[in-house]
């Protein structure tokens, strides 16, 4: 049997490995691996984000495409209207579907259960229908960003050089670099969140709604910082994943196939409420795209039923099932008396 | 000066009056024991305190100040530590993490100074071999411990103790009065509902009788226990 030392030190060099390997796929790799990468990214964050929402805060929203949208047309706004560089407009982005957040949480927050679910689509679709009138940005049939702005984005032209590639390679291997940090960054914060006293308070409204009042928490309140949060965090991917795609519409910027229903398919696949969860569920979700791609609806029943069976029978998804069986737990939030503190990062339960 | 007042509180669940214009004065700093038989009410009387529930009429005041309408929350920071007869622990969390929450949340600790209150009452409730244990994994016995301990972490000025002396054995029961009695001694004001008299009036200067959700009457100890009208309900019932 291997200690735990063994094991926490493979698994460190497991993860930086891995996670050089990802920053060099643009040097190394093809353009066709840099921008399916990009994709998985980018589907992670957003899983990351959901996961935060509905695993750990209890908030199952069905609307965060609506800050995809938002964010993606915030950007387009800010490079069209107000001609900044794109990143500029990402960072906006995540700001703009942060300020949505509130009246959404103002009106969502007063639904419960079922109906806060279909609230947030709702507050969604109304946000989409909305988006749909602004003439500036293209009305219902979308606007592409002007030739050459992401040739010309910041950065791009040094990355030209760097790599003896294309501006158009160029800016794809800048998007992806910035998908690769942000979802460290989010995984990172995450983590750190939900160590944190506020962390601890969501576990115990989890746990036990009624006991966490009696001791003094919040629930309304926390839950509303996990809201604003993760709507920061969707908009400046969606932001960064239309800076990609260069072009919008209100249907492609809002679907909530694409930037929700997917979402949820990874998150409980691979393990709600579980932080290594959303990683396992994207490399799963991944392979399954590719091996059935070809096969139409077919492809999507098989998707729904993976995602019903996984329910029924392993309600942790993939992670929980291997980290049962195996006793690893990573990432794991729980904090130790002190004096009796084992390394945080990985355990035998 | 009465940390806690209660004026003419009454709640009903339907037809069932359980708690029947009920008003009381405690003292900073008292010791107050509730007792009644089964279904008598007490445990609503912790609920309308603790603002788990509201009344249908009359007024909580907390140090003079009206807090009938306040949250649960409020109260905690108000200075209302409460444990629940059913112990209400976060069965995920450990034994540790429970009380950092209260630690945390209602007793306003951060960092350090959270963590060392909490291994304090950890300490003092002897919960020290389960600290790091899981809350769900816990027998009843040490899940009522821990509803002490919780209650114990939110730094209470008044806490509400809902009986958490049953099925103690005596070495056991000797514990937990001193931990109560040490509780008591830094100054705080409990109100302890307990079918165990003889660890509860070991404890306690006053004693209040409930009895179909009616004050019967309030005294000292002595008084109370000698009373005919409290010696009828409880004969026959448990002493
Ligand atoms: N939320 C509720 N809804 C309906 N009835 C309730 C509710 N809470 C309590 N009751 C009823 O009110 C009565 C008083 O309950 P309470 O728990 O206050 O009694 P108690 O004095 O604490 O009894 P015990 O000694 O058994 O703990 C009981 O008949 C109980 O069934
Ligand atoms: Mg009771």
């Known amino acids: ?71 993606a047309y915030a950007m387009f706004a800010c490079v069209i209207l107000l001609g900044l560089d794109p990143l500029v407009g990402i960072l906006v982005g995540g700001f703009v579907a942060m300020a ?70 160029a800016s794809d291997a800048l998007t992806y670099w910035l998908a690769l940090v ?64 260069t072009r919008v519409t209100p249907e492609a910027a809002f679907s909530v196939l694409d930037w929700t229903a997917f979402v949820i398919f990874i998150t409980v696949i691979g393990g709600i409420g579980t932080l290594p969860g959303p990683i396992v569920g994207v490399v799963f979700f991944y392979i ?23 329910m029924l029978f392993a309600r942790r998804g993939l992670w929980g099932l291997f980290s049962d069986k195996t006793g690893i737990e990573l990432l794991s939030l729980r904090q130790y008396a002190p004096e009796t503190k084992p390394n945080p990062l990985a355990q035998i339960k | 000066m009465s940390i806690l007042t209660l004026k003419s509180l009454s709640k ?83 034994v540790f993490e429970n009380l950092m929450v209260a630690a945390q949340f209602g007793g306003g600790h951060r960092g350090a100074e959270a963590e060392c209150s909490c291994m304090s009452i950890i300490e003092q409730t002897g919960l020290g071999p389960v600290a790091n244990d899981l809350s769900g994994g816990l027998s009843l016995l040490q899940r009522k411990r821990l509803e002490l301990a919780r209650a114990m972490s939110t730094s209470p000025k008044l806490i509400l103790l809902d009986e958490i002396a049953g099925g103690l054995t005596d070495g056991e029961c000797v514990a937990l009065i001193k931990t109560i009695k040490s509780i008591h001694a830094q100054g705080t004001t409990i109100i302890w509902i307990e079918h165990v008299l003889h660890a509860l009036n070991s404890v306690v200067e006053r004693l209040m009788v409930l009895n179909f959700g009616k004050m019967l009457m309030v005294g000292d100890v002595d008084e109370v226990m000698n009373a005919p009208a409290v010696k009828e309900i409880y004969l026959g019932i448990e002493i």
Request: hydrophobic share 50%; aromatic share 10%.
């Open chain 1, 288 to 310: 399954l795209q590719r091996a059935l791609s070809d096969y139409g609806t077919v492809y999507l029943i098989v998707l729904g039923s993976i995602g019903i069976i996984v």
């Open chain 2, 12 to 94: 009903s669940f339907g037809a069932l009056t359980v708690t029947d214009d009920v008003s009381l004065d405690v003292m900073a700093g008292e010791a107050l024991g509730i007792i009644g038989p089964n279904g008598a009410g007490k445990s609503t009387l912790f609920n309308l305190i603790a603002g788990n529930i509201k009344p249908d009429s009359g007024h909580v005041l907390l140090d003079g100040v009206d807090v009938t309408r306040a949250s649960p929350m409020e109260r905690v920071h108000a200075g209302v530590g409460r444990s629940f007869q059913i112990p209400q622990p976060f069965s995920h969390l450990s």
């Open chain 1, 182 to 245: 942000l979802a460290l960054a989010t995984l990172g914060a995450g983590y750190f969140f939900l160590r944190s006293r506020m962390g601890l308070g969501l576990q115990a409204i989890r746990d036990n709604d009624e006991a966490a009042r009696s001791v003094g928490v919040n629930p309304t309140r926390l839950k509303a910082w996990v809201f604003m949060l993760t709507a920061f965090g969707t908009g400046i991917c969606g932001a960064l994943l239309f800076i990609q795609i």
């Open chain 1, 1 to 71: 049997m291997l200690d735990q030392k063994t094991i926490n030190r493979i698994l460190m060099a497991f993860g930086i490995v891995g996670v050089a390997l990802l920053f060099a796929v643009p040097i190394i790799g093809s353009r066709a691996m840099v921008q399916d990468l990009f994709g998985v990214l980018t589907l992670l964050i957003l899983a990351q984000n959901w996961n935060l929402l509905a695993g750990f805060a209890g908030l199952v929203s069905v609307g965060q495409q609506a800050f995809v949208g938002v964010g």
């Open chain 1, 100 to 169: 949505l957040a509130v009246p959404m949480a103002f009106f969502a927050f007063r639904l419960a259960g079922a109906y806060f679910a279909i609230g947030t689509w709702v507050v969604a679709e109304i946000v989409r229908l909305c988006f749909a009138q602004w003439k500036a940005l293209g009305g219902g049939t979308g606007t592409s960003l002007p030739k050459g702005t992401t040739k010309n984005m910041f950065g791009v032209p040094e990355i030209k050089e760097l790599l003896g590639v294309s501006s158009s390679a």
